[in-house]
């Protein structure tokens, strides 16, 4: 009978204690300030929504139970940043002046120079000192017009790396069943300007009947703006004479295979030189027009005409031998590059 009556007051006693620990829990709730923090703040915290409980072996905080108020927005990026919450982000900028201020190659000081310097060489061999060659066959052909037809070329190659390479140009034209009129050739050294243009030093030689001749030559090669190919030279001869050359082309592509190619080329004279038929000013003028078909870009036959005129003595001194001073020419020629 006693058993029977305990088990009837916990029944009725039950209900009764969880309603009053659920008026207590309300009325911390209105006077913590920590409680009910803003449902915003909330998405912005991992944490948010879980209670902080301590554990049994800590001791008792009065704010146990209550949600961890959420870090600012800009804390949050920080912490997706992989940054501490209200530590600024390093400044950007350049290296500091110590930096720059060390020595040349630092790994010396403790491998030594002996054994360093074989490194630094298969480096410097790897990353831009390759060695590579090119010959360019710009025109070789077959001129055609008023008198005797003949023939021209103008061909070009170098070897070495993308700082400094050997030039050797040469060209010459004639006329068909007869001895080489004239034939030109240089060997230049080349030294890189800039990623465009190319100061070239070296001589220059004429093979002429009875008449050769030697040349000093400085000059530049190299693209100009809007893709123009860009040659001048200044020569000095063995005899003191002083002439000049400029020379400009532009391949305009039709299509992907057919390339329109104009072409200009200048030659001035300090002095009348009259044992080459050379008068002082401009000299000649010669204008050329080509259009190629390019099967493969390394072959490519074309067909043009040019326009070649003397100016002034030179014209004099060609007329006194019985030749024109200038004229047209039919072209059928190949360009080529290996």
Excluded: C
């Excluded at 207590?24 to 913590?32: I, K, N």
């Excluded at 070009?156 to 400094?164: A, F, S």
């Excluded at 693209?223 to 040659?231: C, I, K």
């Amino acid at each position: 009978m006693k058993s029977l009556l305990g088990v009837l007051l916990v029944t009725i006693a039950t209900p009764v204690l969880a309603q009053q620990d659920h008026g207590v829990a309300m009325q911390q709730a209105t006077t913590d300030p920590h409680a009910q923090h803003p449902a915003d703040e909330q998405s912005a915290d991992p944490h948010a929504g879980h209670d902080m409980l301590p554990k049994p072996s800590e001791p008792t905080d009065p704010h146990a139970g209550h949600q961890m108020p959420s870090a600012p927005a800009t804390d949050a990026h920080h912490a997706h940043a992989g940054h501490e919450p209200g530590i600024p982000d390093p400044p950007i900028g350049p290296p500091s002046a110590a930096a720059l201020g060390g020595p040349a190659y630092a790994a010396d000081a403790i491998f030594g120079t002996p054994a360093m310097a074989p490194a630094r060489e298969t480096v410097r061999k790897e990353h831009g000192d390759i060695k590579s060659s090119m010959i360019l066959i710009d025109q070789l052909e077959t001129m055609i017009g008023k008198g005797k037809d003949g023939y021209a070329w103008n061909v070009q190659g170098w070897y070495g790396g993308d700082i400094n390479r050997l030039w050797v140009k040469t060209e010459g034209e004639s006329s068909f069943g007869e001895r080489l009129e004239s034939v030109e050739v240089q060997a230049l050294w080349s030294r890189a300007l800039d990623p465009w243009w190319n100061l070239q030093a070296g001589v220059r030689h004429d093979f002429r009947a009875g008449r050769d001749r030697s040349y000093a030559v400085l000059g530049v090669q190299g693209l100009a703006p809007y893709w123009f190919e860009v040659d001048g030279a200044l020569f000095l001869s063995d005899k003191g004479d002083v002439t000049w050359r400029f020379e400009a082309e532009y391949d305009q592509r039709l299509t992907q295979k057919l390339i329109l190619q104009p072409a200009a080329e200048l030659n001035f004279s300090a002095q009348d030189i009259p044992e080459l038929g050379i008068g002082s000013g401009l000299s000649t003028a010669e204008l050329g027009l080509r259009l190629r078909y390019q099967f493969v870009p390394e072959f490519a036959p074309y067909v043009g005409v040019k326009y070649e005129r003397a100016f002034g003595d030179t014209a004099d001194f060609r007329r006194a031998r019985d030749e024109k001073a200038g004229g047209w020419k039919l072209l059928i020629g190949i360009r080529s590059w290996f």
